[in-house]
């Protein structure tokens, strides 16, 4: 059967979240899901015991988010493409909620509300430039930047995506279903890091 949906997951140092994200992904998984996982650069985490049927598990040097996410993306199958941080967490309805979705729309990206569980905040229609609060056609989106700093792939990510949508080149479609909780204030994540420097 035609593969709809494939979710990335590029992974780096949350093992335990990880697992956790995985075994909630995996229990909403049908024949038309796949999850890419890849491991970037921490040898000593093994996901084997993931990697069948419809999951499958790439380990590579470091490389960054950035080229992770554009390998995921050529690796993946789906016609559509999902991005899920690694410490992240998903509503049980996630995988549904986006499945039906593509049966019932065809536009080029599938946007969602998500919560912050940090400071528990719902935004709806958000506007943050993270590429996990949206699925989008394969086919069609973008890729990431792989020359850029940190974070700053994300926001030249999200202004292709919004400039595509401006001259019509990408068509949008907002669900109102919070299926993604956004874990902002991880100890030891690169933004805690830099709230918390000295």
Same mark, same amino acid.
């Given at each position: #059967? *035609? ?17 956790? &994200? &995985?075994?909630? &992904? ?7 899901? %796949?999850?890419?996982? /890849? ?9 084997? #015991?993931?990697? *069948? ?17 554009? $390998? ?6 789906? %016609? ?21 979705? /593509? ?37 069609? #989106? ?10 700053? %792939?994300? /926001?030249? $990510? ?31 994540? &690169? ?8």
């Amino acid at each position: #059967m *035609k593969v709809k949906l494939s979710i990335i997951i590029p992974y780096f140092e949350t093992y335990e979240l990880t697992k956790r &994200l &995985l075994d909630c &992904l995996i229990s909403q998984l049908t024949n038309e899901v %796949e999850i890419v996982l /890849i491991n970037d650069g921490c040898f000593e985490d093994d996901f084997s #015991m993931y990697d *069948k049927d419809n999951v499958r598990v790439y380990t590579q040097e470091n490389q960054g988010v950035a080229k992770t996410r554009n $390998f995921g993306i050529e690796a993946s199958q789906g %016609e559509y493409v999902a991005f899920i941080d690694c410490d992240d967490i998903i509503t049980s309805e996630y995988v549904n909620v986006l499945l039906n979705a /593509i049966d019932k729309y065809d536009s080029d990206i599938l946007n969602f509300n998500w919560i912050d569980i940090y400071y528990n905040v719902i935004y709806r229609n958000p506007k943050n430039y993270a590429p996990w609060k949206a699925i989008y056609k394969r086919e069609t #989106m973008p890729r990431f930047r792989e020359d850029r700093e940190y974070g700053e %792939e994300d /926001i030249d $990510f999200q202004k292709e995506i919004e400039e595509g949508i401006t001259k019509g080149k990408y068509s949008i479609t907002h669900l109102d279903r919070v299926i993604y909780l956004y874990n902002s204030n991880r100890e030891g994540s &690169l933004i805690w890091k830099k709230e918390h420097k000295g």
